[in-house]
């Protein structure tokens, strides 16, 4: 005998907010599992557009394991609830993160993507040809799942941002005539600075050609040591305390490291910046004693 196939009808649809199939996604198919409690797992739920087949038998064994008060008799469809992306919810989850320019959708993932949250950050952001910008992220779905998703875009600033005048050179600090305010047509850094005020009088960790975006990490506070200072040197080991005086070989911001010289025995040695002109090396237990004539503590 020829096996007549069998047709199933449209597929149930499993919320997408859980990982599992249970007695209630089944209820509409038949008395055999409505009977149950809604909560009960029947098995997994299929990935975002794809489609799980539980077949006649494999519903009897399933049905008989849970005391079901009737046998299924047919095959049974299951599908995750998803749908194509909502454009306009899509572009304003995207303008949320960059209030700073003025986004136009071009293109975006045609899939049917599973109900959930959708996730953007500015990491998943990268330039293409032709001055548009490729956004991937994902929708959140059944707790921590991800399905992937991206779009096309073009971006405008309407908002000026801190831009190198001239060549800035580590080593020294900004001046007011070296940077300036600028509205680029492109979409902007995320850490670009907003206000001049942000830039002047800091000093840049590296070179920043003119012309660049200045970014809050390419600068940092101006140093409280230089190169050539003379520093104030407390050497600490455990409650014992040395004070002496060193030349600085470079230049530090407060908690940073600069290497500096005994300009007696010639060594070099690192120490650590804690203000104007004062670096320590080790650490104390308590506060320091009254110096004595030779720079050491009174016993």
């Known amino acids: 005998m020829v096996p007549i196939p069998v047709v199933l009808a449209a597929c149930l649809v499993v919320s997408a907010t859980s990982d599992r199939v249970r007695a209630g996604d089944l209820a509409a198919a038949g008395p055999a599992f409505a009977a149950l409690d809604p909560d009960t797992v029947i098995g997994w739920a299929p990935a975002p557009g794809v489609q799980r087949v539980f077949s006649a038998a494999e519903l009897r064994r399933v049905a008989a394991r849970l005391g079901a008060p009737e046998q299924p008799q047919a095959d049974l469809c299951i599908e995750r609830q998803s749908a194509p992306l909502d454009p306009a919810r899509l572009l304003a989850a995207l303008q949320a993160l960059v209030p700073e320019a003025v986004l136009t959708l ?16 500015r990491a998943g952001l990268r330039r293409v040809a032709g001055g548009a910008y490729i956004w991937r992220g994902s929708v959140r779905y059944a707790g921590a799942r991800r399905f992937f998703v991206w779009a096309k875009i073009t971006a405008r600033s309407k908002e000026p941002v801190v831009v190198a005048a001239a060549d800035l050179r580590p080593g020294r600090p900004i001046e007011p005539a070296q940077v300036r305010l600028e509205v680029r047509p492109e979409l902007l850094d995320a850490a670009a600075l907003r206000s001049l005020d942000d830039a002047i009088g800091k000093w840049p960790r590296r070179a920043i050609r003119a012309g660049a975006v200045v970014a809050p990490l390419s600068l940092g506070p101006a140093p409280q040591v230089s190169r050539g200072d003379t520093v104030r040197v407390d050497v600490w080991s455990g ?11 470079g230049a530090a911001a ?10 007696v025995t010639r060594k070099r040695f690192l120490a650590r910046v804690e203000g104007q002109g004062r670096v320590s090396v080790g650490s104390s237990s308590g506060p320091a004693e ?9 016993p």
Do not use: C, Q, W
Not at 239 to 249: S, Y
């Open 239 to 249: 409650t014992a305390h040395l004070r002496m005086d060193a030349r600085a070989e």
């Open 254 to 263: 407060l908690g940073e490291p600069v290497p500096v010289r005994n300009p």
């Open 290 to 298: 009254p110096m004595g004539p030779a720079g050491k503590e009174r």
């Open 106 to 121: 071009i293109d975006y993932s045609r899939v049917a993507a599973p109900e959930g949250e959708l996730m953007f950050s």
